[in-house]
């Protein structure tokens, strides 16, 4: 079953909408196999944003996800990638689809909400970066055969 790295940024924390987003992956129909609360290191912001590096937007990107706690968590599913960034949004929530997490709940790319992994192998890198392999549970929801066929 595919997983994706799932953050509530620091502003979904501090705005109260912890319960609003998840309660929107869960309500999708994703089944949560990880999650923890926690303060994110610059290194580990580094890490995990490494790719963006040298960009214009590198900076303040490092600033907001380590400016508060986030909610960090593995959501599995069929093509659970993709599902989760759809259910996300584009990355410019004025851009972002309605009905999604970022048009419905955010208005500014710098403070977009929710981060989600972008394919396989960054999924890969983003579960091995964020959860030791014994964070991930194994297991399966009562009725989950009306969701996965
Ligand atoms: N970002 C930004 N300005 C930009 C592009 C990106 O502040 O012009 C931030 C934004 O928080 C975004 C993150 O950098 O979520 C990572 O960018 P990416 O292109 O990977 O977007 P995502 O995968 O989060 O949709
Ligand atoms: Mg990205």
Redesign the pocket.
Known sequence: MEKSLVII?PDGVQRGLIGEIIGRLERRGLRLAAMKFMAVSSSLAAQH?A??QG???YA??LD?ISSGPVVVMAWEGPKAIEAVRQT?G???PTAAAPGTIRADLALD??R?LI??S?GPETAAFELGLWFLPEDLVSWARDGERWVFE
């Open positions: 940024k944003y790719v963006h960009k214009p937007f303040g990107l907001y996300m584009a990355t410019n790319i710098g977009n981060h989600a972008d």
